[in-house]
């Protein structure tokens, strides 16, 4: 056995991290650690680094090979670390250091602990770098971490972790800050890898499909404890835990079906024709044409920097059209007044810890539109509409005296629903509105905007990097690359027979 | 390059910006100068002439011309009181100054890097709360305090040091007379860049580049003295530079008590006397300098930290 | 050669020229501005220039009160038709020291250099600051090499003492033209010193001038030592703390400090007497008086109740605690505006104006300056009464604003305090457009008419910063001006003095001590009340 | 419960904020204390002897003779010239025929005397108000231009951030000393309310870089964008919605400016331009030292710092502690 960890227990003061964890990992084997975020999968990985930080209080045991890495000496450790057992991080942008160069961070690892010359390390990096598939190692040998793509900066990290031969890869989320194309090329390294050197890998990762694909034992932690644990095919096949079997479900299949849609009238909300925007000298959107109809819903796909999200703030006038027109019911979007159109346009944004302002409770946070609209008699009144609003979308009255630190994630996102729906919008752009939560909480409110969409009449404009959710979510979709509009379709055709190979690649990265 | 050269544009406006600033305080409050330099008594056709040939009687924008053009040209004329060419002035004074500035800062800066380093690194213990408050302490007292004291007592009492004085050759300054000073200064600057140098490091302490560093099995000594200050060294390199020709004129205390001919000394000096050419010379003098100082940061920042590209 | 082999003679003659080791170390309050005569006005300055310049007259050492005796005349000055000519004869064999500006050959001083020296101050290209004592030239004539003839505009007994004025030494044409404007930095002289090196406002370093003419004094050849070393310190407690430390010679500056080392009754405590340090103690040829602007609209003008005022703001004013507590007993009261040391001046004159602010009070009272509510005492018509006081940002001016206050709150007049540079202060004053000020008059030359025109009528706007137009006053001022030195003429400075205090013009406060120390091994130094330094009179003893 | 009260519940959690916080309320007790005259009222009256020593040192008695001397003896010869005033001076002089009453002094106070005999303690009492009034106004002036001017350069951007940027590099380009000179000497000496004028035009420069980077930061982040979609004008988003999420920024350089104003103002002082005579501060007290030092008449420039240095360390300890509660970030 590589590592087994037993009734490991780690707390930062008062808080209970990990509930005392017991799993061990095989020789030659991938363990996937599956949990939410807050579950405490990463700090029992970091507890096997000994890498947590100084507030920290580590109870248990966890063995390596017969020592115990809990009590072993700082020497001890330092000779492991980086040679027997090294990590993945899942920021590559800020794990590495920004004033040093790539090569001088891989060899470092070399020189550290086998003590190679100056030479010798350059050249077994630049292997290195081209065994994790980097285009022209040489090249990016002097390069600065900036100046590579997220991609290469993890395979740089994967490089820097297997420099020295170790037993134990640990990857902590080390694909969900890269796009979905880039994903499926890291993990398939990392397999690659893991067989040709014969290494145990542990794999910590929030997304349960992903951990299927890759891992041959799966362990579910939850809140600090292990939930399940087994080979991933019964894991997969027969799942025990009810919590398991809920991760399992929730996941919008690409082969769910859609709810029946209410109303079939295809009258036109809103059109664009030809819009396009430039920052500074980039062409961020060129010329984007489409169509909302009234009461259904366009979905938005692109990866990050296709442009998507600045389409969104463009139809909402957030930002200044460097082009183009826009018609809302026939009338030229841009020449409306500015508090009129505001009244039938809004937007839920992604990051619920930042749309909400921190200093407005709940309370004024929905009052201030209707008192800049003039909405409802006096603040009574609008106070009344407000809890009204908060019911519609799943909250207690007693909300609207907290502030938004005192909610969590898919609360907050309720809220800047309410808040949206406070001036009764015709339209709702939402702004990749479920990406920053949970796989649990994402499904609850991807229903909740169906719900009001039925019950307002409402189209939205939904926009975001994740297929599935668009495809629960859209009648029509469209497929956004580098500012333009590579694709547009209904949402089953375009599932069924992709046109374009842009879109074709998108379907194919969704883990079955 | 044409990032320099836009930034070496950028001097144009604040270099008026300057000179209408100066021209306009010390115009409407330098007074008239000409009472002063007539001596004890003197009659009122004394006075006109004088007033002549210092060219105080000319009409305002004529006089902002002539101060344009003394810029462009870096030539100030002659003091009014001394009679000595400012550009000799100032060029006299400013080794003296620099004599004392540039130990004191390098010393200062290098003391207070390893302390901060220190503390930094056993944040929340004993020590770092004790070298904080103790820093806050020193804070607390003015400047003129610790001259009139460590004067009174190193210089007169223990008479390690010279109370006063300043040598000719740069050896003698150095080891006799600039030491007791940069004492001084020294002991003033240590705290507050302690404190700033501290939070520098914490900021990089807490990046996760230390924790992959630490993740591949490097020494803790070498996350510190390699990573860390390697990054911090950015803001406190800059920091430093910034530092400097405010510091030209700012010492001025230190080197009054102290009888060293420097800048700082001559502004006030100046200032008492109403000696309008080497207060314009001065102000334009450091105000260059301090543009330039910053310029320098800048480049120094871009060529230290690879992710700022000059744009 | 010739000149470099009669140098050497020189050097090694018999008596023991200056000793190059001995070097006298003093320090200035105050940074230098220059040393070209003509174009300097303050006193730092001319204590430099005094010991490298030779002017025609000079005063004896020790003689009190100060006497004229020849320089590098040959005698006294002839003064004829009724003190207007006066004419002099230069001694031979006097020499400039060496300097580039003659190339090397040795420059002989003559009369001709004096007149040139002497026009220079009524060139208005020069701006002199001391143009005002030489305007009394109306021409100069050289009849031959050695002689010099000075005819004035108007009768002046005391224009010998002029011609005694450090400023009034010869410089040489041939060094002002060949250093141009920076004739200030490079002072050629005949006198017993040059300039060795010199850091502007830094250090001044002199040594002794070799080829200095033969003056003896009690069979000694002076200068004796063999250079002064002069370092700019403007702190008190840098100047003290060098003077103890012995990284001074001699400290003349230190009135704030005095009552560290001088007990209550002027004398040296014992713990410094003990080290062999000596003091020199002496009173300095000036008055420190506060004046009213006779002009000003509140306090000016020679109606009763103005003068009531001047008196009551006179008498409230405690000059016992200026000299007890702002000069710490170093200060002499002043009765009378001609001070001790000077020609002219009476020791039992007292002046008419007592501390009496009870008495104050009453007057003020009685003539109508009823209180308003707010305890402030308004003018007899009732508009408010405010007595503004100008004064300079400094710390010691800060104390003489605070004695201030104290004195008008308490007679009960409101004060407001006018805080303005010193040049901006001096235009004003010029324009007789401030109200109340201290001021300070030092002798230029040791004559009591440098004083008595003070209060001149047609001086005001230069020196009489009173601005005093009385026509009784004028009028025995002109009068005085015709007398030499004598009883008569002291019998009109008598009546002056006393229309000063009826009008209540001034309160004359005090004049202050000079007190030098000096290190045990400075010999035969004299306080002289009017010579800068005595730098050419003083010896070392060095250490065997 | 608000992101404030959260602060505060942190803050109570800091030992040393709570200690300093104490101190800094016990100073601006005192400072209130004092405005109001309960205490330190007659600070400029004269109870000692000059430069009395302190209580617990031995006084040297022979040294001050006390009392003020009674009218000096005046000269009755008249030299020929009548005095206009003779006669009502003769009647005045008659009716106050008593000497005057000569006050009595005490020889050592508790903590000493300055020149005049007025009474250390005292005066570093009023001193306290002074200081603590200058250095509190002074910053919040310069708070509230550098607030100002930082929100419109950093909001708005374009020409005016280029205008208040290129004020900023005038304003920071003249050496301090310099600047504050010049307009010292411009508004010329009017007391506390010049030195408060001073020190607040010149102060803003630090405090406008800070807020213009936060609006930087704060103007593209989401809940700025929410409220332009709800409809707030552009004031509205700059005061109502950034500026409470700037203020603990603002909070923080205001509390670090009262004590660099408190200390600039003893420079001010030493250089001419303090506060008036009428009043006193920790700067005039500290301005007399030098001359007082050297003649070992230490019992001032003691009081002076060591009430200075109390005020500051607290002030700036409650600062450090304000500043860590408002931003966990940095825990």
Same mark, same amino acid.
């Given at each position: ?512 | ?122 944040? %929340?213990?004993?020590?770092? /709360?004790? @070298?904080?408050?103790?820093?806050? $302490? &020193?804070?607390?007292? #003015?400047?003129?305090?610790? *001259? ?22 740069? %050896?003698?300054?150095?080891? /006799?007379? @600039?030491?007791?000073?940069?004492? $001084? &200064?020294?002991?003033? #600057?240590?705290?507050?860049? *302690? ?117 | ?544 | ?331």
């Amino acid at each position: 056995m590589m590592v087994s960890i037993r009734e490991l227990r780690v707390g930062f003061g008062p808080v209970e991290a990990v509930k005392g964890v017991t799993f061990d990992i095989p020789e030659h084997a991938t363990v996937a650690l599956v949990g939410e975020s807050g579950s405490g999968k990463s700090v029992s990985a970091l507890s096997i680094m000994r890498l947590l930080p100084p507030n920290a209080r580590a109870g248990g045991r966890v063995l390596y090979r017969g020592m115990d890495l809990l009590t072993a000496s700082k020497k001890q450790m330092r000779n492991l670390r980086g040679s027997e057992i090294s990590m993945v991080f899942q920021e590559p942008m800020s794990s590495l250091n920004p004033v040093f160069s790539v090569g001088f961070q891989v060899a470092e690892a070399l020189r550290e602990h086998r003590g190679l010359a100056r030479r010798a390390a350059r050249e077994r990096t630049l292997e290195l770098l081209q065994e994790v598939g980097l285009a022209d190692p040489a090249a990016k040998l002097g390069r600065y971490p900036f100046q590579l793509s997220g991609g290469e900066q993890q395979r740089a990290m994967i490089a820097m972790a297997i420099a020295c031969e170790p037993q134990l890869l640990i990857a902590d989320e080390p694909t969900s800050a890269l796009d979905v194309t880039v994903q499926k090329q890291i993990l398939e390294l990392l397999a690659e890898l893991k067989r040709r050197r014969r290494m145990s890998m542990l794999f910590i990762t929030h997304d349960l499909s992903l951990a299927g694909s890759i891992a041959d034992e799966v362990v579910v932690m939850r809140a600090g404890e292990i939930r399940e644990q087994g080979s991933a095919k019964q894991v997969f096949a027969a799942p025990r835990d009810d919590y398991t079997r809920m991760l399992l479900d929730l996941r919008p299949r690409l082969d769910r079906p859609r709810r029946p849609r209410k109303r079939r009238d295809d009258e036109i909300l809103l059109e664009a024709r030809g819009l396009r925007k430039r920052f500074d000298g980039v062409e961020a959107v060129k010329g984007a044409s489409f169509r909302v109809l009234k009461g259904k819903t366009l979905g938005l796909v692109g990866e990050s920097g296709s442009g998507k999200t600045t389409l969104g703030l463009l139809v909402a006038r957030l930002h200044e059209a460097s082009g183009g027109e826009l018609r809302l019911q026939g009338e030229d979007a841009f020449r409306v007044p500015r508090l009129a159109f505001k009244r039938r346009l809004q937007v839920v944004f992604q990051n619920p810890y930042a749309s909400l302002n921190p200093r407005f409770s709940i309370g004024q946070t929905l009052t201030e539109p209707m008192r800049i609209h003039g909405l409802g008699g006096g603040e009574a009144e609008r106070r009344g509409l407000a809890i009204e609003l908060l019911a519609k979308v799943g909250l207690t009255a007693d909300a609207l005296f907290k502030y938004p630190h005192e909610f969590s994630g898919g609360q907050r996102q309720r809220i800047a629903i309410a808040r949206a729906l406070t001036l009764r919008p015709d339209l709702l752009v939402c702004d990749e509105a479920v990406s920053a939560l949970d796989v649990s909480i994402q499904a609850q409110l991807l229903n909740l905007l169906q719900d009001l969409q039925d019950e307002y009449a409402m189209s939205y404009l939904f926009i975001s990097h994740d297929l599935a959710v668009v495809k629960y979510m859209a009648d029509e979709v469209m497929v956004m690359k580098d500012g333009e509009i590579v694709e547009m379709a209904g949402a089953d055709e375009i599932y069924a027979e992709p046109k374009h190979p842009y879109t074709r690649a998108l379907l194919a990265s969704i883990p079955r | 390059m044409s990032y320099l050269v836009r930034r070496l544009w950028q001097f144009v406006p604040t270099l008026a910006g300057v000179i209408l600033l100066v021209f306009f305080l010390f115009n409407w409050v330098g007074g008239d100068p000409a009472y002063m330099l007539a001596g004890k008594i003197a009659s009122p056709e004394a006075i006109e002439n004088i007033r002549r040939q210092i060219g105080v009687d000319q009409p305002y924008w004529v006089q902002l011309w002539i101060f344009v053009k003394q810029v462009a040209t870096a030539d100030f004329g002659a003091s009014w009181s001394t009679n000595e060419r400012v550009s000799q002035i100032f060029a006299t004074r400013l080794g003296p100054s620099l004599t004392v500035l540039i130990p004191l800062l390098l010393a200062s800066t290098l003391l207070s890097l390893a302390v901060a380093m220190l503390v930094a690194y056993y944040r %929340g213990s004993l020590t770092d /709360r004790a @070298a904080m408050i103790g820093c806050t $302490v &020193g804070q607390s007292i #003015s400047i003129l305090v610790y *001259i009139l004291v460590f004067q009174y007592v190193l210089g007169y009492q223990l008479a390690w040091f010279p109370v006063q004085g300043w040598g000719s050759t740069l %050896g003698e300054n150095l080891t /006799r007379y @600039a030491v007791l000073p940069i004492v $001084v &200064g020294v002991v003033v #600057s240590l705290a507050p860049d *302690i404190r700033l140098y501290r939070t520098f490091f914490l900021d990089e302490i807490g990046q996760d580049y230390v924790r992959t560093a630490r993740a591949k099995g490097l020494g803790e000594g070498r996350v510190l003295w390699l990573h860390v200050l390697r990054n911090a060294a950015i803001p406190v390199a800059t920091n430093v530079l910034i530092q400097l020709p405010g510091l030209l004129a700012g010492a001025f205390l230190i080197e009054r008590f102290f009888s060293i001919p420097g800048i700082g000394r001559e502004v006030i000096l100046a200032v008492e006397r109403s000696d309008f050419p080497v207060i314009k010379a001065v102000t334009v003098y450091v105000a260059i300098a301090t543009m330039v100082m910053n310029l320098t940061a800048d480049l120094l920042y871009r060529a230290l930290d690879p992710r700022v590209q000059l744009k | 050669m010739r000149a470099l082999g009669l140098l050497l003679a020189l050097a090694i003659s018999g008596a023991q020229a200056a000793d190059p080791a001995k070097i006298l170390r003093v320090t200035f309050q105050a940074a230098e501005t220059g040393f070209d005569p003509a174009k300097v006005s303050d006193y730092y300055s001319g204590t430099v220039i005094e010991a490298i310049f030779d002017p025609l007259l000079t005063y004896d050492y020790l003689a009190r009160p100060a006497t004229l005796v020849p320089n590098t005349a040959v005698a006294l000055p002839r003064i004829t038709d009724g003190g207007r000519t006066y004419t002099l004869q230069v001694r031979r064999g006097i020499y400039f020291a060496e300097d580039a500006a003659f190339k090397g050959a040795r420059r002989e001083l003559t009369a001709l250099d004096y007149a040139y020296s002497l026009r220079r101050f009524l060139d208005p290209k020069n701006r002199s600051p001391y143009a005002f004592l030489f305007e009394g030239i109306a021409g100069i004539e050289t009849p031959d090499r050695q002689t010099i003839v000075i005819r004035l505009k108007r009768t002046d007994f005391n224009f010998a003492h002029v011609l005694a004025f450090p400023l009034a030494g010869a410089v040489a044409r041939e060094a002002i033209e060949h250093y141009g404007d920076e004739s200030a930095a490079h002072p050629v002289g005949s006198g017993p010193f040059r300039l060795k090196r010199y850091v502007r406002s830094s250090k001044i370093v002199l040594e002794a001038n070799p080829g200095f003419r033969e003056v003896t004094r009690e069979g000694e050849r002076l200068p004796k030592i063999g250079g002064v070393e002069v370092s700019i310190m403007e702190e008190t407690q840098s100047r003290w703390l060098a003077f103890q430390r012995g990284e001074s010679d001699m400290e003349y500056q230190l009135s704030e400090v005095a009552s560290a080392f001088i007990t209550e009754d002027g004398k040296l405590r014992p713990e410094f007497a003990a080290r062999g340090i000596q003091l020199d103690r002496s009173v300095d040829p000036e008055i420190i008086y506060l004046y009213f602007n006779m002009q000003d609209k509140t306090v000016g003008g020679l109606a009763k109740e103005k003068i009531a005022l001047r008196r009551a703001i006179a008498m409230s004013y405690s000059v016992d605690d200026q000299i007890r507590i702002i000069r710490k007993g170093q200060a002499v009261r002043a009765q009378y505006p001609i001070p001790p040391g000077v020609a002219g001046h009476d020791p039992d004159y007292r002046s008419a104006i007592p501390h009496d602010p009870r008495a104050a009070n009453a007057l003020l009272d009685r003539f109508g300056y009823r209180r308003g509510a707010d305890g402030f005492r308004r003018m007899p018509g009732g508009e408010p009464l405010v007595i503004r006081y100008s004064s300079m940002p400094t710390e010691r001016d800060r104390q003489f604003d605070e004695l201030m206050k104290r004195a008008l709150d308490s007679i009960g007049v409101r004060l407001e305090i006018h805080k303005d540079r010193f040049p901006e202060l001096l235009k004003l004053e010029n324009q007789c457009r401030l109200m109340v000020k201290h001021s300070a008059w030092i002798a230029d030359y040791p004559d009591g008419d440098n004083f008595m025109q003070l209060l001149y009528g047609p001086n005001s706007g230069q020196s009489n910063n009173a601005c005093y137009k009385s026509a009784e006053y004028d009028k025995r001022y002109e009068r005085s001006r015709l007398l030499p030195q004598g009883p008569a003429r002291d019998r009109l400075y008598h009546e002056m003095a006393r229309l000063m205090e009826t009008d209540t013009v001034w309160l004359l406060t005090d004049s202050r001590y000079r007190n030098v120390l000096l290190q045990p091994r400075v010999q035969g130094f004299h306080k002289h009340p009017v010579m800068h330094q005595e730098w050419l009179y003083i010896d070392l003893e060095l250490p065997r | 419960m608000s992101l404030w009260l959260l602060a505060w519940q942190r803050f109570l959690r800091d030992r040393v904020g709570i200690a300093s916080a104490i101190v800094v309320v016990v100073f601006i007790a005192i400072a209130a204390a004092s405005a109001a005259g309960w205490v330190a009222r007659d600070w400029g009256k004269e109870v000692g002897v000059s430069y009395a020593p302190p209580r617990f040192v031995k006084p040297n008695p022979a040294e001050q003779k006390a009392g003020l001397a009674g009218p000096s003896d005046v000269s009755r010869n008249d030299y020929g010239i009548r005095d206009p005033l003779a006669p009502e001076l003769a009647e005045i002089r008659a009716g106050l025929a008593g000497a005057s009453p000569t006050e009595k002094r005490a020889t050592s106070l508790a903590f000493g005397a300055d020149k005049w005999g007025r009474d250390v303690l005292q005066k570093a009492v009023k001193g306290t108000e002074t200081s603590l009034v200058v250095g509190l106004a002074s910053a919040a002036l310069a708070a509230f231009l550098g607030t100002l001017f930082g929100a419109f350069a950093g909001y708005r951007g374009g020409w005016v951030d280029d205008f208040f940027n290129w004020l900023y590099s005038v304003f920071t380009a003249i050496p301090y000393l310099l600047l504050v000179l010049a307009i010292a000497a411009v508004l010329g000496q009017k007391g506390v309310s010049t030195v408060i004028l001073i020190l607040g035009l010149t102060g803003w420069t630090g405090i406008f870089r800070l807020v213009r980077a936060e609006y930087l930061k704060h103007k593209v982040r989401e809940y700025v964008l929410a409220a332009d979609s709800i409809g707030a004008s552009d004031a509205r988003r700059m005061f109502a919605h950034i500026l409470p999420n700037v203020s603990h920024v603002v909070l923080v350089q205001l509390s670090l400016h009262v004590v660099l104003f408190i200390k600039s103002e003893v420079i001010l002082s030493f250089l001419g331009f303090g506060v008036g005579i009428d009043t006193v501060s920790w700067g005039s007290m500290l301005a007399e030292a030098p001359s007082e030092l050297i003649l070992g008449m230490w019992w001032q420039i003691t009081a002076a710092t060591i009430a200075m240095a109390l005020a500051v360390t607290a002030f700036s300890l409650f600062t450090d502690s304000v500043r860590d509660a408002l931003d966990p970030r940095l825990e």
